[in-house]
């Protein structure tokens, strides 16, 4: 499976963007996907991830309220629903697929697309 990123962008405070996340390949029902981000200068960060079969959800508080993640099973798609966006949300989004969840959480999934970057001005 690989993984292609896309929709970032430059927005303002308060904004919108969604991010998508091509897979190809078969995806199985076990299969757990998630968004990570890195800031400059500092650890990639864990967001959010879905579990590809059940399509439960999970989010860093950081990001709780705010963020949405989905998937598009018959189109092997995962978004990011970014809402309120702020300027601590400048960064790039990866997006990442694992078939174990605490792999994944951790930061070590085994898939990982090529990010997309993410501008919050204030």
């Known amino acids: 499976v690989q993984l292609q990123a896309s929709g970032g962008g430059l927005v303002q405070a308060g904004g919108s963007l969604r991010l998508s996340c091509a897979a190809s390949g078969r995806i199985y029902s076990s299969a757990v996907m998630g968004w990570f981000r890195q800031a400059p200068g500092k650890e990639r960060e864990y967001v959010a991830a879905i579990r590809w079969g059940f399509g439960t959800t999970y989010y860093s508080d950081s990001v709780k309220g705010r963020f949405t993640i989905s998937r598009d099973k018959a189109e092997n798609m995962v978004f990011l629903q970014m809402n309120n966006l702020k300027p601590e949300d400048t960064a790039i989004y990866y997006c990442?697929?694992?078939?174990?969840?605490?792999?994944?959480?951790?930061?070590?999934?085994?898939?990982w697309g090529q990010g997309t970057q993410v501008t919050v001005s204030s």
């Open positions: 990442s697929k694992d078939s174990d969840w605490g792999t994944l959480v951790s930061g070590k999934a085994n898939v």
